[in-house]
Protein backbone atom coordinates (compact mmCIF):
# COMPACT_ATOMS: atom_id res chain seq x y z
CA UNK A 1 0.00 0.00 0.00
CA UNK A 2 2.41 2.20 0.61
CA UNK A 3 4.46 0.91 -2.40
CA UNK A 4 1.27 2.00 -4.46
CA UNK A 5 1.14 5.35 -2.60
CA UNK A 6 4.92 6.22 -2.80
CA UNK A 7 4.58 4.93 -6.88
CA UNK A 8 1.77 7.72 -7.20
CA UNK A 9 3.66 10.24 -6.15
CA UNK A 10 6.62 9.58 -8.12
CA UNK A 11 4.00 9.18 -11.24
CA UNK A 12 2.79 13.07 -10.76
CA UNK A 13 6.33 14.13 -10.42
CA UNK A 14 7.43 12.41 -13.58
CA UNK A 15 3.89 14.21 -15.06
CA UNK A 16 5.37 17.10 -13.66
CA UNK A 17 8.68 17.03 -15.04
CA UNK A 18 7.50 15.80 -18.76
CA UNK A 19 5.35 18.55 -18.75
CA UNK A 20 8.11 20.83 -17.83
CA UNK A 21 11.11 19.41 -19.93
CA UNK A 22 8.75 20.20 -23.10
CA UNK A 23 7.42 23.42 -22.11
CA UNK A 24 6.44 24.66 -26.00
CA UNK A 25 4.79 21.13 -26.59
CA UNK A 26 3.41 21.64 -23.28
CA UNK A 27 1.90 25.01 -23.98
CA UNK A 28 0.40 24.14 -27.35
CA UNK A 29 -1.08 21.04 -26.59
CA UNK A 30 -2.79 22.74 -23.30
CA UNK A 31 -3.88 25.18 -25.84
CA UNK A 32 -5.39 23.30 -28.60
CA UNK A 33 -7.36 21.81 -25.69
CA UNK A 34 -8.56 25.34 -24.01
CA UNK A 35 -9.46 26.58 -27.21
CA UNK A 36 -11.46 23.77 -27.61
CA UNK A 37 -13.06 24.16 -24.27
CA UNK A 38 -13.31 27.78 -24.61
CA UNK A 39 -15.58 27.83 -26.99
CA UNK A 40 -18.89 26.01 -25.87
CA UNK A 41 -17.77 27.24 -22.03
CA UNK A 42 -18.20 31.11 -23.82
CA UNK A 43 -21.68 30.05 -25.60
CA UNK A 44 -22.69 28.44 -22.29
CA UNK A 45 -21.84 31.47 -20.10
CA UNK A 46 -23.54 34.16 -22.54
CA UNK A 47 -26.72 31.47 -22.53
CA UNK A 48 -26.63 31.29 -18.47
CA UNK A 49 -26.64 35.19 -18.55
CA UNK A 50 -29.59 35.51 -20.99
CA UNK A 51 -31.35 33.11 -19.22
CA UNK A 52 -30.59 34.87 -15.81
CA UNK A 53 -31.73 38.62 -17.38
CA UNK A 54 -34.65 36.79 -19.04
CA UNK A 55 -35.94 35.22 -16.11
CA UNK A 56 -35.24 38.91 -13.54
CA UNK A 57 -37.48 40.81 -16.38
CA UNK A 58 -40.29 38.36 -16.30
CA UNK A 59 -40.00 37.29 -12.83
CA UNK A 60 -43.63 38.79 -12.39
CA UNK A 61 -45.38 37.29 -15.34
CA UNK A 62 -48.24 40.42 -16.56
CA UNK A 63 -51.33 40.02 -18.06
CA UNK A 64 -53.15 43.23 -18.51
CA UNK A 65 -56.66 43.44 -19.01
CA UNK A 66 -58.45 46.47 -20.61
CA UNK A 67 -62.14 47.36 -20.02
CA UNK A 68 -64.49 48.49 -22.93
CA UNK A 69 -64.57 52.47 -22.81
CA UNK A 70 -68.69 51.97 -22.76
CA UNK A 71 -67.98 49.89 -19.72
CA UNK A 72 -70.20 51.41 -16.51
CA UNK A 73 -68.48 52.20 -13.38
CA UNK A 74 -70.43 49.18 -11.92
CA UNK A 75 -68.99 46.59 -14.59
CA UNK A 76 -65.58 47.81 -13.84
CA UNK A 77 -66.25 47.04 -10.05
CA UNK A 78 -67.82 43.53 -11.19
CA UNK A 79 -65.06 42.53 -13.05
CA UNK A 80 -62.13 43.50 -10.50
CA UNK A 81 -64.42 41.20 -7.56
CA UNK A 82 -64.10 38.06 -10.10
CA UNK A 83 -60.88 38.88 -10.66
CA UNK A 84 -60.16 38.48 -7.03
CA UNK A 85 -61.90 35.76 -6.53
CA UNK A 86 -59.56 33.98 -9.38
CA UNK A 87 -57.01 31.95 -8.16
CA UNK A 88 -53.40 31.47 -9.59
CA UNK A 89 -52.96 34.93 -8.87
CA UNK A 90 -50.51 37.17 -7.09
CA UNK A 91 -51.79 40.74 -7.21
CA UNK A 92 -53.83 42.99 -8.83
CA UNK A 93 -53.91 46.46 -9.58
CA UNK A 94 -56.16 49.26 -10.87
CA UNK A 95 -55.16 51.83 -13.24
CA UNK A 96 -58.29 54.40 -13.91
CA UNK A 97 -58.39 55.92 -17.25
CA UNK A 98 -57.59 59.22 -15.61
CA UNK A 99 -54.46 57.97 -13.80
CA UNK A 100 -53.67 56.09 -17.29
CA UNK A 101 -53.44 59.57 -19.07
CA UNK A 102 -51.88 61.69 -16.45
CA UNK A 103 -49.17 59.07 -16.37
CA UNK A 104 -48.83 59.41 -20.61
CA UNK A 105 -48.74 62.62 -19.95
CA UNK A 106 -45.57 63.01 -18.33
CA UNK A 107 -44.18 60.25 -20.47
CA UNK A 108 -41.14 62.32 -22.65
CA UNK A 109 -42.50 62.43 -26.41
CA UNK A 110 -45.85 61.66 -25.89
CA UNK A 111 -47.03 65.11 -23.49
CA UNK A 112 -47.37 67.50 -26.98
CA UNK A 113 -49.45 64.33 -28.48
CA UNK A 114 -51.95 64.16 -25.60
CA UNK A 115 -52.32 67.51 -25.25
CA UNK A 116 -54.14 67.98 -28.50
CA UNK A 117 -56.69 65.20 -27.27
CA UNK A 118 -60.20 66.49 -26.21
CA UNK A 119 -61.15 64.06 -24.57
CA UNK A 120 -59.47 60.80 -23.07
CA UNK A 121 -59.18 58.08 -25.29
CA UNK A 122 -57.82 55.42 -22.29
CA UNK A 123 -59.76 52.89 -20.96
CA UNK A 124 -59.61 51.41 -17.46
CA UNK A 125 -57.51 48.86 -17.16
CA UNK A 126 -56.30 45.84 -14.72
CA UNK A 127 -53.14 44.70 -14.19
CA UNK A 128 -52.72 41.00 -13.07
CA UNK A 129 -49.59 39.77 -11.52
CA UNK A 130 -49.56 35.83 -12.27
CA UNK A 131 -48.26 34.02 -8.75
CA UNK A 132 -46.20 31.49 -11.00
CA UNK A 133 -44.29 31.66 -14.11
CA UNK A 134 -46.41 28.31 -15.74
CA UNK A 135 -47.22 29.02 -19.42
CA UNK A 136 -50.74 26.49 -18.37
CA UNK A 137 -51.42 28.65 -15.52
CA UNK A 138 -51.29 31.99 -17.55
CA UNK A 139 -52.72 30.77 -21.12
CA UNK A 140 -55.69 29.48 -18.66
CA UNK A 141 -56.11 32.85 -17.02
CA UNK A 142 -55.78 34.64 -19.77
CA UNK A 143 -58.59 32.55 -21.17
CA UNK A 144 -60.98 33.29 -18.20
CA UNK A 145 -60.08 36.81 -18.51
CA UNK A 146 -61.27 37.48 -22.10
CA UNK A 147 -64.24 35.95 -21.07
CA UNK A 148 -65.40 38.36 -18.33
CA UNK A 149 -67.99 40.84 -19.76
CA UNK A 150 -67.39 44.44 -21.26
CA UNK A 151 -63.32 43.52 -21.41
CA UNK A 152 -62.21 44.26 -24.75
CA UNK A 153 -58.44 43.03 -24.44
CA UNK A 154 -56.09 41.09 -22.69
CA UNK A 155 -52.49 40.95 -23.11
CA UNK A 156 -50.06 38.66 -21.73
CA UNK A 157 -46.35 39.67 -21.56
CA UNK A 158 -45.81 36.03 -21.46
CA UNK A 159 -45.71 35.38 -25.18
CA UNK A 160 -42.43 37.13 -25.78
CA UNK A 161 -40.80 35.42 -22.37
CA UNK A 162 -41.67 32.05 -23.88
CA UNK A 163 -40.38 32.87 -27.36
CA UNK A 164 -37.14 34.15 -25.78
CA UNK A 165 -37.08 31.05 -23.88
CA UNK A 166 -37.69 28.77 -26.77
CA UNK A 167 -34.67 30.88 -28.76
CA UNK A 168 -32.63 30.05 -25.40
CA UNK A 169 -33.37 26.10 -25.45
CA UNK A 170 -32.10 26.14 -29.28
CA UNK A 171 -28.78 28.02 -28.30
CA UNK A 172 -28.46 25.68 -25.26
CA UNK A 173 -28.82 22.73 -27.81
CA UNK A 174 -26.54 24.22 -30.38
CA UNK A 175 -23.29 24.54 -27.34
CA UNK A 176 -24.43 20.77 -26.22
CA UNK A 177 -23.44 20.20 -29.92
CA UNK A 178 -20.26 22.20 -30.26
CA UNK A 179 -19.87 20.48 -27.00
CA UNK A 180 -19.53 17.28 -28.31
CA UNK A 181 -17.67 17.37 -30.77
CA UNK A 182 -15.01 19.42 -29.11
CA UNK A 183 -14.74 16.96 -27.01
CA UNK A 184 -13.91 14.67 -29.03
CA UNK A 185 -11.21 16.94 -30.42
CA UNK A 186 -10.02 17.49 -27.56
CA UNK A 187 -10.20 13.26 -26.48
CA UNK A 188 -8.07 13.12 -29.90
CA UNK A 189 -5.45 15.65 -29.21
CA UNK A 190 -4.63 13.69 -25.73
CA UNK A 191 -4.95 10.61 -27.87
CA UNK A 192 -1.95 11.84 -30.46
CA UNK A 193 -0.10 13.58 -27.85
CA UNK A 194 0.72 10.79 -25.75
CA UNK A 195 1.13 8.66 -28.83
CA UNK A 196 4.00 11.00 -29.23
CA UNK A 197 5.18 10.23 -25.86
CA UNK A 198 5.13 6.40 -25.80
CA UNK A 199 7.04 6.55 -28.94
CA UNK A 200 9.63 9.03 -27.80
CA UNK A 201 9.68 6.69 -24.72
CA UNK A 202 10.07 2.85 -26.24
CA UNK A 203 13.33 2.61 -25.08
CA UNK A 204 12.16 3.54 -21.48
CA UNK A 205 9.20 1.24 -21.74
CA UNK A 206 10.78 -1.85 -23.19
CA UNK A 207 13.62 -1.57 -20.13
CA UNK A 208 10.94 -1.48 -17.57
CA UNK A 209 9.53 -4.08 -18.89
CA UNK A 210 12.66 -6.31 -18.69
CA UNK A 211 13.45 -5.24 -15.37
CA UNK A 212 9.67 -6.87 -14.17
CA UNK A 213 7.46 -3.18 -14.43
CA UNK A 214 3.93 -4.44 -14.34
CA UNK A 215 2.20 -2.75 -16.60
CA UNK A 216 -0.25 -0.45 -14.72
CA UNK A 217 3.42 1.30 -13.36
CA UNK A 218 3.96 2.15 -17.14
CA UNK A 219 0.64 2.96 -18.08
CA UNK A 220 0.21 5.16 -14.66
CA UNK A 221 2.36 8.38 -15.51
CA UNK A 222 0.49 8.47 -19.27
CA UNK A 223 -2.86 8.73 -17.45
CA UNK A 224 -1.46 11.68 -15.17
CA UNK A 225 0.18 13.08 -18.38
CA UNK A 226 -3.22 13.30 -19.75
CA UNK A 227 -5.36 13.95 -17.00
CA UNK A 228 -3.00 17.00 -16.26
CA UNK A 229 -3.44 18.02 -20.26
CA UNK A 230 -6.97 18.42 -19.35
CA UNK A 231 -6.86 19.74 -15.60
CA UNK A 232 -4.44 22.66 -17.13
CA UNK A 233 -6.74 22.94 -20.87
CA UNK A 234 -9.51 23.21 -19.12
CA UNK A 235 -8.10 26.52 -16.72
CA UNK A 236 -6.91 27.92 -19.98
CA UNK A 237 -10.07 27.69 -21.43
CA UNK A 238 -11.77 28.96 -18.00
CA UNK A 239 -8.91 31.91 -18.06
CA UNK A 240 -9.95 32.34 -21.53
CA UNK A 241 -13.60 33.07 -21.43
CA UNK A 242 -12.89 35.12 -18.15
CA UNK A 243 -10.69 37.27 -19.95
CA UNK A 244 -13.02 37.84 -22.80
CA UNK A 245 -15.98 38.65 -20.69
CA UNK A 246 -13.79 41.19 -18.44
CA UNK A 247 -13.42 42.97 -22.19
CA UNK A 248 -16.77 42.82 -23.38
CA UNK A 249 -17.93 44.18 -19.51
CA UNK A 250 -16.03 47.18 -20.32
CA UNK A 251 -18.20 47.59 -23.86
CA UNK A 252 -21.73 46.19 -22.04
CA UNK A 253 -21.09 48.75 -19.08
CA UNK A 254 -21.22 51.67 -21.44
CA UNK A 255 -24.60 49.90 -23.07
CA UNK A 256 -25.93 48.91 -20.57
CA UNK A 257 -25.62 52.97 -19.27
CA UNK A 258 -27.42 54.20 -22.10
CA UNK A 259 -30.39 51.66 -21.28
CA UNK A 260 -30.09 52.74 -17.52
CA UNK A 261 -29.18 49.43 -16.82
CA UNK A 262 -26.44 47.80 -14.47
CA UNK A 263 -26.44 44.92 -16.59
CA UNK A 264 -22.97 42.76 -16.53
CA UNK A 265 -21.85 39.54 -17.76
CA UNK A 266 -21.57 37.36 -15.06
CA UNK A 267 -18.63 34.79 -15.31
CA UNK A 268 -19.05 31.14 -14.25
CA UNK A 269 -20.09 29.85 -10.85
CA UNK A 270 -17.54 28.30 -9.10
CA UNK A 271 -19.13 24.73 -8.94
CA UNK A 272 -19.75 25.22 -13.05
CA UNK A 273 -15.64 26.37 -12.92
CA UNK A 274 -14.41 23.05 -11.08
CA UNK A 275 -17.40 20.63 -12.63
CA UNK A 276 -15.54 21.80 -16.28
CA UNK A 277 -12.07 21.19 -15.08
CA UNK A 278 -13.21 17.88 -13.67
CA UNK A 279 -15.08 16.99 -16.67
CA UNK A 280 -12.01 17.79 -18.51
CA UNK A 281 -9.32 16.01 -16.76
CA UNK A 282 -11.76 12.57 -17.25
CA UNK A 283 -11.53 13.40 -21.34
CA UNK A 284 -7.99 13.78 -20.86
CA UNK A 285 -7.59 10.43 -19.22
CA UNK A 286 -10.17 9.17 -21.68
CA UNK A 287 -7.45 9.59 -24.19
CA UNK A 288 -4.51 8.72 -22.66
CA UNK A 289 -6.19 5.39 -21.72
CA UNK A 290 -7.17 5.35 -25.61
CA UNK A 291 -4.26 5.74 -26.68
CA UNK A 292 -2.00 3.41 -24.50
CA UNK A 293 -4.15 0.78 -24.64
CA UNK A 294 -3.99 0.92 -28.49
CA UNK A 295 0.09 1.73 -28.24
CA UNK A 296 1.78 0.13 -25.45
CA UNK A 297 0.70 -3.62 -26.59
CA UNK A 298 2.95 -3.26 -29.74
CA UNK A 299 6.08 -2.21 -27.60
CA UNK A 300 7.78 -5.60 -26.31
CA UNK A 301 11.23 -6.50 -25.42
CA UNK A 302 13.06 -8.31 -28.15
CA UNK B 1 17.78 -30.81 -5.17
CA UNK B 2 14.76 -28.86 -6.38
CA UNK B 3 16.35 -27.13 -9.69
CA UNK B 4 15.64 -23.62 -9.63
CA UNK B 5 15.54 -23.85 -13.95
CA UNK B 6 14.48 -26.53 -15.78
CA UNK B 7 13.76 -27.49 -19.43
CA UNK B 8 11.72 -30.39 -20.57
CA UNK B 9 11.64 -31.37 -24.51
CA UNK B 10 11.36 -27.41 -24.97
CA UNK B 11 11.69 -26.51 -28.61
CA UNK B 12 10.54 -23.18 -30.34
CA UNK B 13 10.03 -22.23 -33.71
CA UNK B 14 10.02 -18.70 -34.85
CA UNK B 15 7.27 -17.64 -37.09
CA UNK B 16 8.74 -17.80 -40.56
CA UNK B 17 9.27 -21.50 -39.47
CA UNK B 18 13.08 -21.30 -38.30
CA UNK B 19 13.30 -23.85 -34.92
CA UNK B 20 15.96 -21.96 -32.74
CA UNK B 21 15.75 -24.93 -30.30
CA UNK B 22 14.30 -28.58 -30.86
CA UNK B 23 13.41 -30.96 -27.78
CA UNK B 24 15.83 -29.28 -24.94
CA UNK B 25 15.93 -30.39 -21.75
CA UNK B 26 17.99 -29.92 -18.62
CA UNK B 27 17.89 -28.95 -15.07
CA UNK B 28 20.01 -26.06 -13.77
CA UNK B 29 20.65 -26.23 -9.88
CA UNK B 30 20.29 -23.53 -7.30
CA UNK B 31 23.75 -21.64 -7.34
CA UNK B 32 25.07 -23.34 -10.47
CA UNK B 33 27.57 -21.07 -13.01
CA UNK B 34 26.18 -22.26 -16.10
CA UNK B 35 28.29 -21.02 -19.68
CA UNK B 36 25.74 -22.20 -22.23
CA UNK B 37 28.33 -22.04 -25.53
CA UNK B 38 27.74 -22.71 -29.45
CA UNK B 39 27.92 -20.50 -32.67
CA UNK B 40 25.70 -17.67 -33.34
CA UNK B 41 22.11 -19.16 -34.35
CA UNK B 42 22.60 -22.39 -31.69
CA UNK B 43 19.71 -20.68 -29.91
CA UNK B 44 21.70 -19.08 -26.81
CA UNK B 45 20.05 -16.29 -26.86
CA UNK B 46 16.11 -18.00 -27.42
CA UNK B 47 17.44 -20.25 -24.42
CA UNK B 48 17.89 -17.15 -22.19
CA UNK B 49 14.66 -15.45 -23.51
CA UNK B 50 12.65 -18.30 -22.87
CA UNK B 51 13.60 -17.96 -19.06
CA UNK B 52 12.74 -14.37 -18.97
CA UNK B 53 9.32 -14.78 -20.53
CA UNK B 54 10.48 -12.73 -23.55
CA UNK B 55 9.59 -15.56 -25.71
CA UNK B 56 7.14 -18.24 -25.60
CA UNK B 57 8.16 -22.08 -25.97
CA UNK B 58 6.61 -23.53 -28.84
CA UNK B 59 6.26 -26.83 -27.08
CA UNK B 60 7.58 -28.71 -23.84
CA UNK B 61 7.69 -26.64 -20.33
CA UNK B 62 10.27 -24.34 -19.09
CA UNK B 63 10.32 -24.19 -15.35
CA UNK B 64 11.75 -21.43 -12.96
CA UNK B 65 11.20 -21.54 -9.51
CA UNK B 66 8.81 -24.51 -10.06
CA UNK B 67 7.12 -22.03 -12.35
CA UNK B 68 6.16 -22.88 -15.98
CA UNK B 69 7.07 -19.28 -17.79
CA UNK B 70 5.53 -20.93 -21.17
CA UNK B 71 1.86 -21.14 -19.74
CA UNK B 72 2.66 -18.03 -17.07
CA UNK B 73 0.16 -15.10 -17.83
CA UNK B 74 0.99 -12.29 -19.12
CA UNK B 75 0.01 -10.14 -15.61
CA UNK B 76 2.33 -12.49 -13.88
CA UNK B 77 5.65 -11.92 -16.18
CA UNK B 78 6.53 -8.86 -14.35
CA UNK B 79 7.27 -10.63 -10.72
CA UNK B 80 8.84 -13.40 -12.72
CA UNK B 81 11.38 -10.93 -13.70
CA UNK B 82 11.68 -9.29 -10.66
CA UNK B 83 13.83 -12.41 -9.69
CA UNK B 84 16.07 -12.58 -12.62
CA UNK B 85 19.10 -9.68 -13.56
CA UNK B 86 19.50 -9.48 -16.81
CA UNK B 87 22.24 -8.21 -18.58
CA UNK B 88 22.03 -7.53 -22.87
CA UNK B 89 25.38 -7.56 -24.85
CA UNK B 90 22.94 -4.44 -25.99
CA UNK B 91 23.19 -2.92 -22.52
CA UNK B 92 19.57 -1.41 -23.17
CA UNK B 93 20.43 1.40 -20.80
CA UNK B 94 18.68 4.88 -20.48
CA UNK B 95 20.67 7.99 -21.86
CA UNK B 96 17.87 10.75 -20.55
CA UNK B 97 18.94 10.27 -17.16
CA UNK B 98 22.20 9.46 -15.11
CA UNK B 99 24.04 6.39 -14.13
CA UNK B 100 22.22 6.34 -10.76
CA UNK B 101 19.02 6.73 -11.74
CA UNK B 102 19.62 3.78 -14.54
CA UNK B 103 19.70 1.51 -11.34
CA UNK B 104 17.54 3.52 -9.30
CA UNK B 105 14.86 2.17 -11.85
CA UNK B 106 14.06 -1.53 -10.87
CA UNK B 107 14.23 -0.61 -6.92
CA UNK B 108 11.38 2.27 -8.22
CA UNK B 109 9.72 -0.38 -10.11
CA UNK B 110 9.74 -2.76 -7.24
CA UNK B 111 8.50 0.14 -4.51
CA UNK B 112 11.73 0.53 -2.34
CA UNK B 113 11.57 3.43 -0.06
CA UNK B 114 13.40 6.21 -1.71
CA UNK B 115 16.34 6.29 0.68
CA UNK B 116 17.04 2.65 1.37
CA UNK B 117 16.80 2.50 -2.79
CA UNK B 118 19.30 5.04 -2.91
CA UNK B 119 21.58 3.35 -0.43
CA UNK B 120 21.16 0.26 -2.49
CA UNK B 121 21.65 1.71 -5.71
CA UNK B 122 24.77 3.14 -4.42
CA UNK B 123 25.80 -0.44 -3.00
CA UNK B 124 25.47 -1.84 -6.35
CA UNK B 125 28.01 1.13 -8.26
CA UNK B 126 30.59 0.69 -5.84
CA UNK B 127 30.61 -2.89 -6.31
CA UNK B 128 31.12 -2.86 -10.44
CA UNK B 129 33.60 0.36 -9.50
CA UNK B 130 31.61 3.10 -11.08
CA UNK B 131 30.52 4.94 -7.71
CA UNK B 132 32.33 7.84 -8.44
CA UNK B 133 30.31 8.33 -11.94
CA UNK B 134 26.62 8.38 -10.25
CA UNK B 135 26.01 11.69 -11.63
CA UNK B 136 27.64 10.72 -15.43
CA UNK B 137 25.04 9.99 -18.53
CA UNK B 138 25.80 6.72 -19.25
CA UNK B 139 26.46 8.11 -22.51
CA UNK B 140 29.68 9.58 -21.26
CA UNK B 141 30.89 5.82 -20.24
CA UNK B 142 33.43 3.16 -21.91
CA UNK B 143 31.90 0.35 -23.37
CA UNK B 144 33.07 -1.40 -20.59
CA UNK B 145 31.69 0.72 -17.89
CA UNK B 146 28.06 0.73 -19.68
CA UNK B 147 28.48 -3.51 -19.55
CA UNK B 148 29.15 -2.81 -15.34
CA UNK B 149 26.29 -0.36 -15.32
CA UNK B 150 24.63 -3.05 -17.03
CA UNK B 151 25.57 -5.61 -14.27
CA UNK B 152 24.93 -2.95 -11.37
CA UNK B 153 21.25 -2.54 -12.76
CA UNK B 154 20.68 -6.27 -12.55
CA UNK B 155 21.81 -6.83 -9.49
CA UNK B 156 20.70 -3.99 -7.63
CA UNK B 157 17.23 -5.86 -6.51
CA UNK B 158 19.37 -9.28 -5.26
CA UNK B 159 17.58 -11.82 -7.84
CA UNK B 160 18.46 -15.29 -7.25
CA UNK B 161 19.71 -15.67 -11.21
CA UNK B 162 21.89 -13.57 -12.96
CA UNK B 163 21.54 -13.95 -16.88
CA UNK B 164 23.82 -12.51 -19.30
CA UNK B 165 23.72 -12.84 -23.02
CA UNK B 166 27.21 -12.28 -24.64
CA UNK B 167 28.30 -9.68 -21.94
CA UNK B 168 31.76 -9.29 -23.57
CA UNK B 169 31.01 -9.77 -26.96
CA UNK B 170 31.74 -6.55 -27.72
CA UNK B 171 35.04 -5.62 -25.28
CA UNK B 172 38.36 -6.34 -25.84
CA UNK B 173 40.04 -8.83 -23.13
CA UNK B 174 40.95 -7.45 -20.79
CA UNK B 175 37.48 -6.05 -20.42
CA UNK B 176 36.22 -8.74 -20.91
CA UNK B 177 38.49 -10.57 -18.00
CA UNK B 178 37.00 -7.65 -15.67
CA UNK B 179 33.42 -8.28 -16.02
CA UNK B 180 33.72 -12.44 -16.25
CA UNK B 181 35.27 -11.51 -12.49
CA UNK B 182 32.56 -9.93 -11.06
CA UNK B 183 30.29 -12.61 -12.78
CA UNK B 184 32.15 -15.37 -10.73
CA UNK B 185 32.05 -13.03 -7.18
CA UNK B 186 28.33 -12.96 -7.75
CA UNK B 187 28.24 -16.62 -8.23
CA UNK B 188 30.69 -16.85 -5.39
CA UNK B 189 27.67 -14.95 -2.58
CA UNK B 190 24.99 -18.14 -4.44
CA UNK B 191 23.26 -16.76 -7.45
CA UNK B 192 22.37 -19.22 -9.77
CA UNK B 193 24.11 -17.41 -13.17
CA UNK B 194 23.67 -18.36 -16.89
CA UNK B 195 26.07 -16.72 -19.15
CA UNK B 196 25.65 -17.12 -23.19
CA UNK B 197 29.18 -16.88 -24.64
CA UNK B 198 31.65 -17.88 -26.99
CA UNK B 199 34.99 -17.07 -25.66
CA UNK B 200 36.28 -19.92 -25.03
CA UNK B 201 38.79 -18.80 -22.72
CA UNK B 202 37.19 -17.62 -20.37
CA UNK B 203 35.25 -21.07 -20.21
CA UNK B 204 38.42 -22.88 -19.96
CA UNK B 205 39.63 -20.40 -16.86
CA UNK B 206 36.32 -20.49 -15.49
CA UNK B 207 35.59 -23.77 -15.79
CA UNK B 208 31.92 -23.80 -15.48
CA UNK B 209 29.04 -26.49 -16.38
CA UNK B 210 28.76 -26.29 -19.81
CA UNK B 211 25.74 -26.35 -21.97
CA UNK B 212 26.68 -26.27 -26.04
CA UNK B 213 23.73 -26.12 -28.55
CA UNK B 214 24.46 -26.85 -31.76
CA UNK B 215 21.67 -26.20 -34.39
CA UNK B 216 19.36 -26.14 -31.65
CA UNK B 217 20.08 -29.30 -29.97
CA UNK B 218 22.14 -30.14 -26.45
CA UNK B 219 25.64 -31.33 -27.84
CA UNK B 220 27.43 -33.66 -26.65
CA UNK B 221 30.00 -31.28 -25.37
CA UNK B 222 27.77 -29.93 -22.61
CA UNK B 223 28.52 -31.02 -18.78
CA UNK B 224 26.11 -32.24 -16.35
CA UNK B 225 28.29 -30.36 -13.65
CA UNK B 226 31.21 -27.68 -13.33
CA UNK B 227 34.72 -29.07 -13.97
CA UNK B 228 36.33 -30.11 -10.55
Redesign the interface.
Known amino acids: MKAWLRHHRQSLVQTAARLAGAPFSSLLSVLVIGIALALPLGGYSLLVNMQGYVEGLAADPEISVFMSSEASKSDVAEVGRRLKELGGIKSLRFVPRDVALAGLKKTPGFADAVATLKNNPLPDAYIVALASRDPDLAARIEETLRALPRVTHVQSDMGWVQRVEAWLRVGRTGVMLLAAMLSFALVAATFNTIRLQILTQRSEIEVAKLIGATDSFICRPFFYFGAALGVLGGSAALAMVWGAFALLNLDVAKLASLYTSDFRLRFLEAADAVSLVAFSAVLGWLGAFLSVSRHLAQIEPR | MQPIISFSHVSKRYPGGFEALHEVSLDIAPGQMVFITGHSGAGKSTMLKLI?G?ERATSGMVLVNGQNVSAMKP?AI?????N?G?VFQDQ???Y?RSVFDNVM??L???????REAARRARAALDKVGLLDREKANPIALSGGEQQRLCIA?AVV?RPSILIADEPTASLDVDYARTIMEMFLSFHQVGVTLLVATHDQGTIERMQPRRVALDHGKLSPDSTAEASP
Do not use: C, E, F, S
Open positions: AIAPYLRRLLKLLDLPLVTGQPHRN
